[in-house]
């Protein structure tokens, strides 16, 4: 059976991050993966997390099951996080479950809904996160893509988007990125995600909304806007969400699938199929970082440390994109790149060539992946005048 297999491409971020380990210039800077790193270019835990995880050696007494939901409490704590004091939980329209990360998540909203109606049409942003077409074809979905990213101008397809999206069929799914869109750093603003909201009231598709960065934008409630105004406006929606980025629980695998149905009735249904999705691909979630999340948000004072921490990895993320754009222009670089400073979140284009980004490789050990999307956390203050200067050459 082996011997009809054929080799598949590595995928291409985690080549260029063992290009990257093998690299011996001590001036190579990584800027492909999409992790948080500090200023010394480490993902550190955060102290939270260290002081949850103590709390749950100390009292952890069993490793039996917790069930295809996960954690009762996490599950709350979760819908509250996301959707806060939103009506759909008052009204009892919201089913939350945990996942194998947000990835996890995405993969049991993508076989539910092949549940709901097999071989449906789901719209993606073009570009978007490069896992998305995979785990919804692996799925049994039909992906199409909609306009967003201008490439030229940097900013959003808006139009574009809106004239997509007012053709979709009532019966397709349409994903959008909650913020700190991946790839581009492009969100859409208040008025934008008004308009989303209308057309998927008129036409009556189903929103999915990916939220993997909830924090890293403007701040936790901010990031949530097109999200509770979404909930608030239809009848049916999808939401998966992440806690690798905002808590650093990477390899812990933690994420929440929400479900919101008509009214409670129509919601218990559509969870018993949730669960039964669960039951099939995982059985069982992971119970470590979710007791992790749990921990720290049923605590007053560890919230307030974790709002703290969490400020600090978004100003972190918000400054260096300034700092970038102001070393480009001590460089004298004369193109404007000013739209970094307007994009939110771990990412950028640097709308350069990709030869360009070759180069920056080959001559300088600088590594981003080959459509010039940089992982922004990966600037340093030690680093970031090299970076400059390499892309002053290049240019």
């Known amino acids: 059976m082996f011997g009809n297999l054929s080799a598949l491409p590595a995928d291409p971020i985690l080549g260029l991050l063992a290009k990257y380990r093998l690299d011996e210039n001590p001036n190579k ?17 955060l102290d939270c997390v260290k002081t949850a995880e103590k709390f749950r050696f100390d009292n952890e007494d069993t490793k039996v099951y917790i069930g295809p939901t996960g954690s009762a409490l996490f599950n709350d704590k979760m819908t509250e996080l996301v959707f806060g004091e939103h009506r759909v939980i008052s009204e009892n329209r919201v089913r939350t479950v945990s996942t194998p990360g947000g990835t996890g998540a995405l993969r049991v909203a993508a076989e539910f809904i092949r549940s709901c109606k097999p071989g449906a049409t789901i719209w993606v942003s073009d570009p978007t996160w490069a896992n998305h077409t995979g785990l919804f074809q692996a799925s049994g979905l039909t992906v199409k893509t909609y306009p967003y990213y ?92 992440s806690c690798s980025k905002n808590f650093g629980l990477y390899r812990e695998r933690i994420g929440a699938c929400s479900i919101i149905g008509k009214d409670s009735t129509v919601t218990d249904i559509a969870n018993s199929v949730l669960l039964s999705v669960v039951r099939c691909i995982y059985s069982m979630p992971p119970a470590h970082g979710a007791a992790i999340v749990e921990t ?73 992946v080959g ?25």
């Open 371 to 395: 459509s010039s999307r940089m992982s922004i956390a990966g600037i340093a203050n030690s680093n970031v005048d090299y970076l400059a200067k390499s892309i002053a050459k290049v240019l």
């Open 150 to 241: 201008d490439f030229e101008n940097k900013n959003l397809k808006f139009a574009e988007m809106k004239a997509a999206i007012a053709n979709v069929a009532s019966d397709d799914v349409v994903l959008f990125h909650a913020c700190c869109h991946n790839p581009s750093g492009m969100d859409l603003n208040q008025q934008q995600w008004q308009e989303m909201v209308e057309l998927a009231k008129e036409k009556g598709f189903t929103p999915l909304i990916d939220m993997a960065y909830q924090g890293f934008g403007d701040g936790l409630n901010e990031d949530a806007y097109g999200v509770r105004l979404m909930a608030d406006s239809v009848d049916e929606m999808i939401l998966a969400s």
């Open 296 to 368: 720290i948000l049923d605590s007053a004072e560890l919230t307030t440390q974790w709002h703290q921490e969490l400020a600090e990895m978004r100003n972190r993320i918000n400054g260096n994109r300034q700092l970038l754009v102001d070393k480009l222009s001590e460089q004298g670089v004369s193109r404007d790149f000013n739209f970094i400073t307007e994009q939110k979140g771990m990412f950028s284009f640097l709308g350069i060539t990709p030869e360009q980004v070759q180069l920056l490789q080959d001559e300088f050990s600088i590594y981003m």
């Open 29 to 45: 800077i990584d800027l492909g993966v999409g992790v948080y790193k500090n200023e010394a270019g480490h993902t550190a835990i």
